[in-house]
């Protein structure tokens, strides 16, 4: 088991009223399965990711329940443990590639950034392994993109470095936090692609988390459905598409827009 | 650089700056007379050849005292501001990106310390420390650290919650580097103007200081003793006054040019 996700509740303190956005979450993942995380906006499902990456802060929401990555608790373990595991077992892709790049460092700055704290690399190694991952993500010129700022590029691009940031170590979980929402329609299809190779040719496990249905059928084998902070329905991906039990998975799926070009 | 020098205010502010920096940074290895030593002869004198400036109530070259002087400010000037920014970023950094009871805490005391005029405050070091040039640099310094803090803490509050912070800190880095490597480069924009700002006010407060005689102790030359100096003379010798006071404009609009023009604004 790489992930076990059991019982977890986050809850925000930051108005008066403390407020609740993940109810009673559980997710289990082994190395190598694409697991997809779908609902509306608001459902709680970035929320949930972000606790999983050990990216929620400790004072502004509280966290309930279990998180085991390979054993340790992500919730309860000291931070120099989970800075340790952070860049280098578990790896996040976020939603907006125009803002997760800092504007005023190179990108290979950036992309060595993880190997620069988690091994002990020389620069040549770390130069050497920065140009083959951002070649592995299909940029065309690794050795111009590695000497470009984040602005000299595309948001495609961007959303590709990023990957390759995350994939410096190999990590054993990928999460993607709505990788493809910010890009248009052509590229959301290569860069799940990638993600569909970097699964098969590293066995690292991704949690896929969208709103745009057609794509987690496309790269997930099981998927969870988020509303309202629970999770409302969950397992295999053609099963629950085929038949789904719940209202809100079938308005879900009656919401994913049907382009016919015969007619 | 070309396109630089197209820019009015970069080009006329590196002018006036370098008018005052290039003779202050000869003076401070070679001066064309002493400037402490005293002459009855040519007590008051006006513009001569031999003495540009004239000379002073004590028949110093005034030419020679506007060189060094010019040094001794800039050099208080440039340290106040190192101290401020230096102790004022690590301040508000941490404020900044941490925030909580901590940032309370210190951005209460800060704005306490806000609410007294620097100059004051200054002062108020000065009469602490005793005067002379260090004192006065390091008590200018102290003065100057409440506003940097605020402008620093204001950038790491935006910054903090920015996405390539949040990817800063899942490749691992501690919060340390996240301070310093990832978001200080970020701010650099803000930090040069409001430093180019504070150096002003630096040599101006310098000038006050010493013109109130709590700063630059004689014989000394800075530009505000100078200034201080011909306040007494000033209808038998209004050349005592002019070649300090004209050195002091001249000094400070080229570097407020400087901090205005585009080639520092849009980097």
Redesign the interface.
Known sequence: MLLHVEDLNIEFHDHIVPETVVYDFDLDMEEGEIVGLVGESGSGKSMSALAIAGLLSRHDAKKRGQILFEGTDILGCPRETLRGLQGDEISMVFQEPMTSLNPVKKIGWQVEEAMRIHTKATPEERKRRALEVLSHVDLDDPERVYNSYPHQLSGGMRQRVMIAAAMINTPKLLIADEPTTALDVTVQAEIVKLLKHINKKHNTAILFISHDLSLVRQLCGRVLVMKGGYVVESGNTEEIFNNPKEDYTKHLIDSIPKVNLDE | MKRAFKDFNFTLGLILTAIVLIPAIIGIFWTPYSTETMDNAMKMAGASLSHPFGCDNFGRDILSRVMAGTGTTLIIGLGTVFIGTLIGTIIGAFTGYYG?LVDDIFMRFNDVMFSFPSLLLALVFVAIMGSGRIQLLIALGIAFIPSYVRIVRAEYVRARN???V?????????DL?IMFV?IL??I?KVLINSILIGFNNAVLAEAGLSFLGIGVQPPVASLGRMLSDAQTYLFNAPGMALAPGLTLIVMVLGISLLGKSKVITDR
């Not at chain 2, 949040?166 to 501690?174: E, V």
């Open positions: 909580g920015l996405d390539y949040k990817s800063a800190s899942l490749a691992g880095a501690s580097r990832h480069p970020n650099v």
